[in-house]
């Protein structure tokens, strides 16, 4: 089985600059998450996705960042304008679906990560 | 609100040897999951195990095992037989399953280096 895949893994770009950050998840993954982790800390989670649906984006800076996920598969995360702060590791994870309190229905599964850098 | 607790920011392990990874949570949901994950320098974030809150079996993948003590609210990490391949940060992770706990809130960390 295929694993989540996230393209471009490394992008390095000039503040005021836009970039844009690619997420196909595991086939058949309902629920689908991008995260923003900054070196030394755990992931903090932007948005969640449930099929093409935004179940939670309170953490979102949404005057700079967009993302969706329109036909309820791959998603798209989108910086503009980046500033020095956005430099991270972005990372998409995604899981079966909603319910399902045990094992692999609860658990996220991550991509390679994209690691961005603001100068 | 729910935390997560790692209060090893670095660990230094003999190859060949188990080591523990201390990791405690606050929650007042009845029912949740405990994970672990690892990430190497490379950055993917690796899932290693799963805990659920009522599963009365430690959970084991191959050479890790998780040591639920549910009482006191921990859910360490052992990891026999170290390798060098094992030297990356690890994070503890829980997710509650009821209202607003469903968000998956993680530790800060541990960095874990295996020595030859």
């Known amino acids: 089985e295929a694993g989540v895949a996230q393209s471009p893994r490394y992008k390095i770009i000039e503040k005021r600059q836009s970039v844009a950050f690619w997420c196909n998840p595991i086939s058949g993954h309902a629920t689908l998450y991008w995260y923003q982790q900054i070196l030394g800390q755990g992931p903090k989670l932007l948005i969640q996705f449930q099929n093409n649906g935004v179940v939670d984006d309170s953490q979102l800076p949404k005057d700079r960042f967009s993302a969706e996920r329109l036909k309820g598969v791959d998603s798209t995360l989108k910086i503009q304008p980046a500033k020095l702060e956005d430099s991270a590791v972005y990372l998409c994870?995604?899981?079966?679906?909603?319910?399902?309190?045990?094992?692999?229905?609860?658990?996220?599964?991550f991509g390679p990560g994209t690691r961005l850098t603001v100068l | 609100a729910q935390k997560i607790t790692q209060t090893q920011p670095g660990m230094f392990v003999q190859e060949k040897e188990a080591v523990t990874l201390d990791c405690t949570y606050d929650?007042?949901?009845?029912?949740?999951?405990l994970f672990w994950y690892k990430q190497p320098s490379s950055g993917e974030m690796i899932f290693l195990i799963y805990?659920?809150?009522?599963d009365e079996q430690n959970a084991t993948e191959g050479r890790y095992s998780l040591n639920f003590q549910k009482a006191r609210k921990s859910a360490n990490l052992v990891i026999s037989a170290s390798q060098l391949g094992d030297s990356a940060m690890y994070f503890c992770?829980?997710?509650?399953?009821?209202?607003?706990?469903?968000?998956?809130?993680w530790g800060l960390g541990t960095s874990l280096a295996v020595n030859p």
């Open positions: 994870a995604s899981r079966v679906g909603r319910g399902g309190r045990r094992g692999s229905t609860d658990t996220q599964y």
């Open positions: 805990q659920g809150s009522y």
């Open positions: 929650t007042s949901d009845q029912s949740y999951g």
């Open positions: 992770a829980m997710r509650g399953h009821a209202g607003n706990n469903r968000k998956l809130i």
